[in-house]
């Protein structure tokens, strides 16, 4: 995208803008009235008793009198006019200054509106110096703003240092030429091309202050779709971003089997994001005080108030607290609808951690993160207490359908995974990983659907269980997965590519109807799709296929050397 030339015009300069935008009144509700809201206000009250007060003697007078009280004249249907107008008005419009305000502060600040709009704001009209925090004044080159420059001039100034890199964004205003200025800058100062790395074919300006910092392009992943997985009596065609030959086959494998044996049924058991600050006292007492004061059910009701009110969709659950020596570490639990939300829980908890402060002088806050939460690890505390959407997801496979499709038997499938799900795993000193490979599929959703995909370590924390019924010619298959911690929005989810790749699945942003109904399902979907990936995997696993199975789609043609040398 290129901005005008009058945007590029000294007149309208990235701090002029950034003023001016700053400046400009906010619209208010009230602003459709012909008179200040108080003032609207009063005169439809004074009328409202008013003609409440003429109507009552009236009416008396017309009981003293025998008078019906339906004969009504003139200024008696005035009266009735004027109350019923100042009453109906009253009704929607008194307090309005606080609705306005109420709306304005925005509850959970851009966050909330962004999740419930679903991301459908234009994000490129908001690349230009709006989204420097600090403003600052423009960047001169030549004599001229940036913007009026070559991107051969400005690469080679972000090269010599005259020009900061990070900066490009705010002063040109054109996220995507930013983007290419940056690329040749990259390219002059190292020596080497960057060929092969795609510059077009997406919008930069979704990126900006939400996704990624000093772009130069974007890496291409290819997508396929697994299914349909039949589950919980719905179908749905799962997408899958990965450079792993088999994985999408071999998945698509599993939920052939599943669909032929009527489906897999799977029961959220839990949601909650955590997030974990520690604090610090003089003394372990100290730190033990403020732990019965946090756990105390009495005090809930009073911290739950502090912290649901920095957001429409947070809603604490608990605080559970730990302490290493004068150290406390708080775990807080909260639904936040359907964003992941560790943003969201991380300001209820900020707010929390002052209130606390009046209360305890000496506390000293540490870090609002702790590593108690536990994010983006491999942590008990996830395993067992669970982080996210804990899924139990579940299936009944017939012994005709393991024979026919997976080409192995119920008894292969039930000892090997004992010996290796449960037993190997053990050995190994798994935490979280008594499964096959279930980080493989939870990956490649998180990927395709815009996830954080660092959180498919406690994500894929899995049990898989394999049961034989019906005297051995049935299979009940299990997937348990306590922490899987993914949102329909924010994020990488407004990207337009993960965006699709929801909406595919039915599950594409904020759900108005139920909020966090589009999360939960796709937390089913994922303990579904790493279900069937489980399967086929393991029935491979008996069967002896996986090693022809990789060799025949995991293994590249191209002449390696060759490749090297490019």
């Known amino acids: 995208m290129r901005i005008n030339a009058a945007a590029r015009s000294p007149v309208s300069s990235p701090g002029q803008q950034l003023k001016m935008q700053r400046d400009s009144p906010k619209p208010l509700a009230s602003d459709a009235l012909p008179l200040p809201v108080s003032l609207t206000n009063k005169i439809f009250m004074v009328l409202f008793f008013s003609a409440s007060y003429y109507l009552m003697r009236r009416w008396r007078e017309k009981i003293r009198s025998s008078t019906p009280l339906h004969m009504l004249n003139l200024g008696e249907i ?15 419009f008194f307090g309005i200054d606080y609705v306005q305000n109420y709306i304005n502060k925005s509850s959970d600040g851009s966050w909330d509106l962004d999740d419930v709009r679903g991301g459908d704001i234009p994000r490129r009209q908001r690349c230009s110096a709006a989204e420097i925090r600090i403003p600052r004044p423009p960047v001169l080159l030549r004599g001229k703003t940036l913007a009026d420059n070559a991107d051969d001039d400005i690469a080679s100034a972000v090269r010599e240092g005259a020009v900061p890199s990070h900066s490009l964004e705010a002063e040109l205003g054109d996220c995507g030429r930013a983007a290419s200025v940056r690329r040749q800058a990259v390219e002059l100062t190292t ?6 790395l795609p ?6 300006a979704s990126i900006l202050g939400q996704c990624c910092e000093m772009v130069v392009g974007y890496v291409q992943i290819p997508v396929g779709v697994a299914g349909p997985l ?8 799962v997408p899958m971003a990965t450079t792993e030959g088999c994985l999408v086959a071999s998945t698509n494998r599993g939920c052939k089997a599943i669909y032929q044996s009527g489906g897999a049924t799977s029961t959220l058991l839990r949601e909650g994001m955590t997030r974990a600050p520690v604090v610090r006292f003089a003394t372990a007492k100290r730190a033990a005080e403020l732990k019965f004061f946090v756990e105390d059910a009495n005090n809930f009701e009073t911290l739950s108030v502090i912290f649901n009110r920095t957001s429409r969709f947070a809603r604490l659950q608990d605080i559970f607290c730990v302490l290493a020596g004068r150290n406390a570490y708080l775990r807080f639990r909260s639904s936040t609808g359907d964003a992941m939300g560790m943003n969201m829980i991380s300001k209820g908890v900020q707010n929390v951690l002052s209130y606390l402060q009046h209360l305890f002088p000496d506390m000293e806050s540490v870090s609002v993160s702790g590593n108690f939460c536990a994010d983006k ?24 359908i393991i024979s026919k499709v997976l080409k192995t038997s119920v008894s292969a499938l039930v000892e090997l995974n004992m010996v290796k799900n449960l037993a190997g795993s053990a050995l190994a000193g798994a935490l979280g990983g008594f499964n096959a490979h279930a980080s493989n599929i939870v990956s490649a959703i998180f990927i395709a659907t815009g996830q ?6 406690e994500s894929s924390h899995c049990i898989t269980m394999m049961e034989a019924l019906n005297g051995g010619q049935d299979l009940h298959v299990s997937v348990t997965m306590p922490s899987i911690e993914v949102g329909t929005i924010g994020g990488g989810t407004q990207l337009a590519s993960q965006a699709a790749c929801l909406n595919l699945l039915g599950v594409k942003g904020a759900n108005l109807e139920s909020p966090g109904a589009n999360a939960q399902t796709l937390a089913r979907i994922v303990a579904g799709a790493v279900l069937a990936g489980e399967i086929s995997l393991m029935s491979a696993l008996a069967a002896g ?20 040398t490019r």
Request: proline share 1%.
């Open 230 to 237: 039949l589950l919980d009596g719905f179908e749905f065609t």
């Open 545 to 564: 296929q996986l090693v022809n199975s990789h060799m025949k789609y995991n293994r590249s043609s191209q002449n390696v050397a060759e490749a090297g």
């Open 78 to 92: 005035v009266a009735l006019m004027v109350q019923l107008a100042s009453f109906i008005y009253l009704i929607g």
């Open 191 to 196: 020596g080497r091309s960057l060929e092969g």
């Open 377 to 400: 690890k491999a942590t008990a505390v996830n395993w067992v207490e669970g982080r996210g959407k804990s899924v139990v997801c579940e299936a009944v496979l017939k012994g005709e």
């Open 199 to 204: 510059l077009t074919g997406i919008d930069y």
């Open 452 to 457: 954080d995909p660092a959180q498919n370590v």
